[in-house]
């Protein structure tokens, strides 16, 4: 608002205005005042040169926007003039610089001045150009990159030449990448010229850019790196300048909505980046003909960025179009959906651009401006389904107490709330019979179901993770299972695979023999009847359910329903998929169904790293069901396998793995060419040693007896279980908080990763053996499948002479299962670090098949004692206090599900470490709620009770000296469980549903005033309201019946206000009603306010009983 004030009062310049006056520019005071006649919200998007920036110069705004804005928008000011083109001596001067890169090629370093103690520095430099290329010709153009804002008040030249020093070396380093690009020397647009590194001037004097002709290549790391002739260059992006990191830099181009972003210095808003060749081709991807498209990818290669780029990208061409198709967006991940539609909308304020039309005043609107109606839908899988059941024609799943009850429970994921509401209506956490109509049946009820009515006292190979997995993916999870189209008149209960038919299951589907089939379908026979008689459903049932009723619909029945008041996802236009390997067939058949044009859809996902409890996915499978039951055409399916996360000598390691997986377990996964590591690293390290003592030494060089390891603030240790963790000697010298558990370690990445005894301490012991049956001619067998030949990854080694020691075991599928676990286990641990692993066993016995494994495909380095250590000695590495705290909160935003202690207990460590110890206090008092959070105090003898309480009040205490929203609906929980202080409890209750809705509002600037409180706030209202309604029964003042209307009608709770209303508690008298009253009446100083949507409801007459409620009020009190 400040900035459009300012603007208003002052003549801007236009951009022709603004080039005439650089063009006649020739002193700093002129610039200065040229600089005041830009308006900073009206970017030319399209002036000839884009600028990009680095994340330096991202970071400059993010630390300076709020202390020294001025300086912030002199900065914008002066990108948009060399965004002209017009560069006046004044304005740029070249930077006296003698980098170069490898190849000799010069760097182009410029600076322009914006006070005496700060400069830009930034490069005229070579892009992909994603506005200029097309399918099938890429094309690069230069660009104003800049890389910094150098500010040194006492010595700029010295920051100066830090900041060159920095670019050079990432320079440098950007020519050690395994992807290039082969540049055509000819400029298109000035075929004269051939220095890519020298931009060119039109007939008006304004330099522009020149663009090339561009193919991206890939070569094997290690390789040669000769310049390229025939008249063309090798060009490589820049890479970070930290020797310890081994990425590629991102790029964020500057518009109009950019500008707007950075200025408003919202935390919650990052710039989208500029995507790369292999990206844009993903993204702009289209058939001859429609289809759909299928993208796979290992963890770490960019599938969601692809993703949320795809369906920008499609969004932005309906808008254009004029159109409003219904996109939507699904996952199983609820903190992936949020942080997908998050991604999404970023685009949408970021990338707003001119029309290209005539009226240089056309412009995309402003995002905030955009109706919910407009955008896509974000939804998880469960909000889905639970949508789908209420509109659909046909009898509902579950009943209007069920779906609350559902929803409630899903929208409060947050243990805190389920604590708080089991407190307040004394319901016990770990009943596993349903009392209050069904519940679903999870993984972990299904756990405690077989451990204590389904395993049986005989001995099976069969475990209860296999049970759920073929029930759910196979017996009531296939596409056969649903029976489309059967003639007989099935239920929805009813529709799963016979006995018969599940035998009849091919063994690319269902892994397991007759035998084993049998008893699984034996079980699953008993498990529903046992979930049937405790008041269980499982997703299977809902689906079918659904399914069902969509299998009776025509594509008549449904494009009816989209004219139908309140239902407004159904049919879908385009749908997008992520984490697609966690959905069931029977759930994709119904996708395909309610979407308009089953060769619309988008799915992504890895077959590797299916995370879902008893799914079992192959995209080769989906092909086929897409072609057979969805009345689709095979989908084009599309491969990444350049890893961004981790460089290539990790990733040899973890490939030499998958194909294990791929060799004896091949129907588990789809075949994906190995990811293809961007740059060379060091090879992992393979310590075969014979006690703990002996690794401490190896690790630390310290021959002291109590010698402990101090690790890094990126550094960690993997054990295969918790009872390996458990089981650490006091002798392993490692603070046990730095150990995680290959289960905890899911999801988070680490610089080094000491993964200690895995197959020593796995449940497999001798059954690795069975390595000895892959031999080099099946290696030479995987490298000849064009799937693999065609990734850039052509090489393998295999040293025959090598170790052939390993005691030789023949392989059985059914009786080797366990492998198939401990493999992809051993994927995840490996896939954890982003620079180093060790591998370290104590029992030579159970690891040697492995290790010669690894050791005749050369991906690792054996160290002993004897040998060189330096490789290994990286722990204890001197991080910096910045590094320190920046784990910390990584740490604490990951402190989830079965990590959440450790991760606590690690962000402590870390704040410690960062000198930090109010956070580390905070960290700590959190972690102090959560051991006591499902305490049954009850069962505790008086003492106890008392030091229990004493510890509730202290941890309490810690919370609230946090001064963080976050903690302060737990502080409000501990003194809950006091039972001392309701009224306090109340407010603090109130206090934080209050911060928690001003903060949304305040962050998210498409809301439309006035805002409804969501679900989660409505709760802490809905409690605040109770615990007021409790205190009032026996202290009767007014004040306290003015705080629980308050919070009923905040909490949406306008039956048990008018309640209040109507028990002659609350209004007694004219002033008093008059008080009342005024809660209830909408005014602009209400709009930002939790009660402000009631009042609007009251306003318009929403809330019948409240009203009359208000209006019997006002007759008792003569008003």
Known sequence: NAILAASAKKKTLSSDQLVAALTSCETEDTLADIETGIDLLKWDSLSPWIIDITEHAHKFFRRHIKKDRALCERVIRRLMMLSTGRW??????????????????????YETKIDSASRIIWEVALAFSPRRSSKGNNVCEQVVRVWDIVLDHDNLSRA????????????????????????DKKAQDHPSSSNEAEDATNSDGIRVPKYFAMSQEVSVIGTGRDE???????????????????????????????????LDGKDNMDLPFTPGPKEHEIIHHRSETPKSLLLMGRSGTGKTTCLVFRMWAQYHEYRQQGTRPKQMFLTKNEVLCREVQRSFNNMGRAWRKRIETNDPAAIEPDWATITDAEKPEFLTSSEWLEALDVVLPGEQFFTQFELKKRVDTRKEKDSVTKGIEDYLTGRD??????????????????????????????????????????????????????????????SAQDRYLSLDEYLALGKKESRLDETQRREAYEIFVKYEKLKKESGFYDEGDLVHNIASRVSRLSRGDIEALATMQGVSLIPVDSLFVDEVQDFTQSELYVLAMLCRDPNNLFLAGDTAQSISQGVDFRFTDVRQIFFEHFGGTKPDLLQLTHNYRSHAGVL?????????????????????????????????VVMDVTSTEELVLMLDGSKRETSRIEFGAHQVVIVRSEEAKKALPDEFGVDPDWVMTVQES?????????????????????????VSNYTEEDIKAYYADATVASSGVQKYDWESPLLNDTRHLDFDVNSHKILEV??????????????????????????????????????????????SLSSVRVFGAKDTIEDWKNRGEYYLEKAEGDRQNSCLRLAAKCFDKAGDTKRMNQTLAYLSFTEIENVDEKKMKTKQKLQFKEKLYSITEQLLEARDVGFLNKAAFCLLKTEEHDEYTARMFELYARLTYAKRISEDDSLMLPV??????????????????????????????????????????????????????????????????????????????????????FQRKKCVKLIEAVKSAAISVGN
């Open 1012 to 1097: 409804t409180p969501t679900s989660h706030e409505k709760k802490y209202f809905q409690y605040a309201g109770q615990l007021f309604a409790k205190v009032h029964k026996s202290d009767g003042t007014f004040r306290l019946a003015v705080d629980c209307f308050r919070n009923y009608v905040s909490a949406g709770m306008y039956d048990e206000a008018a309640d209040m209303i109507n028990s002659g508690n609350l209004v007694r008298n004219n002033k008093e009603f008059r008080s009342l009253y005024q809660l209830c009446i909408p005014s602009a100083d209400t709009m930002r306010d939790p009660t402000a949507a009631f009042r609007k409801d």
């Open 429 to 490: 956490v770990d009943e596993i019979v349903s009392t209050e109509g069904r519940e679903e049946m999870s993984f972990p009820k299904f756990l405690k179901l077989w451990k204590r009515k389904l395993r049986g006292s005989r001995r099976s190979s069969l475990n209860e993770a296999i049970v759920w997995r073929e029930i759910k993916s196979f017996i009531k999870g296939s596409i056969v299972s649903l029976h489309i189209g059967d003639n007989e008149d099935r």
């Open 88 to 109: 006046p001596y004044v304005l740029c001067k070249h930077l006296r610089s003698n980098g170069r890169t490898n190849f000799g090629k010069k760097i182009n370093l």
């Open 822 to 867: 401990e493999l992809k286990m051993l994927y995840t641990a490996i896939t954890r670090a982003r620079v180093n692993v060790f591998i370290a066993e104590t029992d030579s016995e159970l690891s040697r098949p492995m290790f010669n494994y690894f050791q005749r495909r050369a991906v690792v380095d054996v160290v002993n004692r004897e040998g």
């Open 160 to 183: 100066i030449d830090q900041t060159i020093e920095r670019i050079e070396k990432s320079h440098k380093r950007g020519e050690d990448c395994a992807i290039w690009a082969e540049i």
């Open 746 to 770: 899911k999801g988070l990445e680490f610089d080094d990763v000491l993964l200690y005894n895995f197959f020593s301490d796995s449940p497999a012991e001798d059954l690795w053996r069975i």
């Open 228 to 262: 390229a002739t025939d008249g063309k260059s090798k060009h490589f992006d820049p890479a970070s300048d930290d020797p310890r990191q081994y990425t590629l830099l991102k790029f964020y181009e500057l518009n109009e909505g950019a500008v707007k972003m950075l």
């Open 652 to 684: 040899r390691l973890a490939a030499c793995v998958v194909e294990l997986m791929y060799h004896f377990f091949g129907n588990s996964l789809d075949r994906l060419p190995p990811d293809l590591g961007l740059f060379n690293g060091p090879k992992p």
